[in-house]
């Protein structure tokens, strides 16, 4: 991926460290992190609001091929472009390695397409200046009146569900892209997802590093359609859940498996012993017995995974 990245203004070692009200974030500068894709249409109104709270802006350019690059440029943000287009995740990743060489004490993200209020920044900062919080997330469902679509909440919300049963971290909206990390939170944010499911690896991410996470409510602007089919969107945010519950908590994910399976083989085991003991009828009793037999097996076999790739992961993230 480093191949395929063009820093086309440079990056400052140092500045001063922005602050309001006389708090101080505990070291470095506070940087904004913008992802943007073909998003000539807002990420300058984005970047002048966002300027008015940070100290340095960088907006990773995920290939786009309108005017987001000569916009974020003149607009006083450090761009970085990448070739080709790689994905919300992946332009995260080269933003935040930025934000780390430069040092940076504060880490905001947010979207570069308007939805978001920048002026909300200082609410988003406000608990890890007061050292309350690694994780940040502006939380679109938390009593705040807001014009979102009902149908953008129910799914919000189904995401939410799945994300927290699945992360162990609960959250009102696991889906909110706007989001302050503190230092501790900004070395250990790497993410290996694909797509729009990066959100949701950061709760996992959460539990793995104990982070503390806290939520601020913040009003969102819904007034443009959406780039992308709500519908896949949400597909692919499943599938990438999917994909991290194994990678992250297989434990959890084979254990939860292999538990329903050895309790339905069980299950069926006792039926059939009460069926035979009612009706001795040996054909039916050996195929049930079968189902039964085979439903135990498997389901000691996803226990046992479970815990072998677990003891692998714990191993591994000590080293």
């Given amino acids: 991926m ?21 708090d101080n974030l505990p070291s470095g500068l506070v940087v904004a992190v913008i992802p943007a894709f073909n998003e000539d249409r807002f990420i300058a109104s984005v970047i002048l609001k966002t300027r008015q709270h940070v100290d340095v802006v960088i907006v990773v350019d995920d290939g786009s091929q309108d005017d987001s690059v000569m916009l974020a440029e003149q607009c006083g943000a450090k761009v970085i472009r990448q070739s080709q287009n790689q994905g919300k995740a992946a332009a995260l990743n080269v933003g935040l390695a930025a934000a780390r060489e430069m040092g940076a004490g504060c880490v905001i993200l947010i979207d570069a397409d308007g939805q978001q209020n920048p002026h909300d920044i200082p609410a988003m900062i406000a608990p890890i200046k007061r050292g309350e919080a690694d994780v940040v997330v502006g939380s679109r469902f938390m009593g705040t009146a807001s014009s979102t679509p ?67 409510p913040i ?24 994909q991290m519950v194994s990678l992250h908590r297989p434990l959890f994910f084979f254990g939860a498996v292999g538990g329903m399976l050895l309790l339905f083989g069980l299950y069926v085991g006792l039926r059939m012993v009460e069926a035979y003991n009612a009706d001795p009828n040996p054909k039916l009793a050996v195929g049930t017995a079968l189902i039964a037999v085979g439903a135990c097996i498997l389901g000691a076999l996803f226990i046992s995974t479970g815990i072998i790739l677990n003891a692998i992961r714990i191993y591994l993230s000590k080293r």
């Fill in 2 to 22: 480093t191949d395929d990245v063009i820093t086309s203004t440079p990056i400052p070692e140092t500045s001063p460290s922005h602050s309001e009200d006389g």
């Fill in 150 to 216: 009902i149908w953008r909440v129910m799914g919000q919300q189904a995401l939410t569900a799945a994300t927290n049963l699945a992360s162990g971290v609960n959250l009102t909206d696991s889906q909110s892209g706007f989001r302050a990390l503190s230092r501790k939170a900004l070395e250990a944010f790497n993410f290996q997802t694909l797509g729009f499911s990066v959100e949701s690896e950061m709760q996992f991410l959460m539990k793995r590093h104990q982070l503390v996470a806290r939520e601020v």
């Fill in 219 to 242: 009003v969102v602007n819904y007034d443009e359609k959406p780039k992308r089919n709500p519908i896949k969107h949400g597909l692919q945010v499943l599938n990438g859940i999917y």
